[in-house]
């Protein structure tokens, strides 16, 4: 066992649980829990059998066996079970042309943002990251009130990589980046231009239609790389709206934020990974 481990099991025990307790942070636990539970029963790097190297060896792969596996597609994890399913198998008989055409048509009748109601099933859901679940009637009030053609006459919605979810075969998966300018209105957050460029990151979207084409489930905005544009890392509405400089005053609406729950759990694990290291040596 590590000999560190009784310490730290202490400190967290006897010190940072208390104080946990006292500011009423109870997921915090996981920060002392887990961290303590790896340093007590698992062995440090030098001593696993897990197939990690230990300090100061390196880990090798034959190029030859690699390449062999890549090239006859039979890579596998170590149990046997391939780590890549067979999409065509799964969506065997779905006519995934009709669906991609069903999505493309749904995005172009209103612009980009689908609010045809006439192309929503009555059981019709939209779910945003933060946004939502809206039903029919909520979501097309809350999308009429957007005006982005008007705010964005150059706006480009980039729609690309379409492709049918062997999950879920009545689904429809895309991603959309999006570009344009602010010369326009966009009440009630920007009654004037601010003449800003919106530069969106990639988000991932998707629709499911049901037997008749109707869209019964929609969902936008999920950022895929937020390092990406000058939105913030934000999807959807808010991250449009940061980016003009229009930014909604709550969390959901601003860019990410380390909590403070966060930099004490990474705190205390860099502090655990430290006493590993140096009781190893």
Request: aromatic share 12%; glycine share 10%.
């Given at each position: ?137 909520e979501f097309l009030t809350a999308i009429g009130s957007v ?12 729609f690309h990589n379409f492709a049918v979810d062997p999950f ?114």
């Amino acid at each position: 066992q590590n000999p560190i481990a009784p310490f730290v099991t202490f400190f967290s025990a006897y010190i940072l649980l208390p104080l946990l307790l006292h500011m009423r942070v109870i997921t915090l636990l996981y920060a002392v829990a887990l961290p303590c539970a790896w340093s007590f029963f698992i062995p440090t790097p030098a001593q696993t059998s897990f197939g990690v190297p230990a300090r100061g060896r390196s880990l090798s792969l034959r190029s030859t066996e690699v390449t062999d596996e890549v090239a006859t597609g039979s890579a596998s994890v170590s149990n046997g079970s391939s780590i890549f399913i067979d999409e065509d198998a799964m969506l065997e008989g779905v006519d995934k042309e009709r669906l991609i055409g069903l999505a493309k048509r749904f995005l172009e009748s209103k612009g980009g943002f689908g609010a045809d109601a006439d192309l929503l099933s009555p059981n019709f859901r939209f779910v945003g990251p933060v946004v939502g679940p809206l039903g029919k009637e909520e979501f097309l009030t809350a999308i009429g009130s957007v005006d982005i053609k008007t705010a964005f006459p150059d706006f480009e919605a980039q729609f690309h990589n379409f492709a049918v979810d062997p999950f879920e075969s009545n689904r429809v998966w895309y991603i959309a980046r999006g570009k344009g300018t602010n010369s326009g209105p966009l009440p009630p957050f920007a009654p004037t231009a601010t003449n800003k460029v919106v530069v969106n990151p990639p988000q991932m979207n998707s629709l499911t239609f049901d037997n008749s084409g109707l869209v019964t489930k929609y969902t936008i905005g999920y950022v895929i790389d937020r390092e990406v544009g000058n939105t913030g890392g934000l999807g959807g509405l808010y991250g449009i709206l940061y980016a003009i400089g229009r930014g909604l005053p709550f969390p959901e609406a601003q860019p990410w934020q380390k909590s403070p729950q966060y930099a004490l759990f990474q705190g205390l694990g860099g502090l655990v990974q430290r006493l590993q290291g140096s009781s190893s040596k």
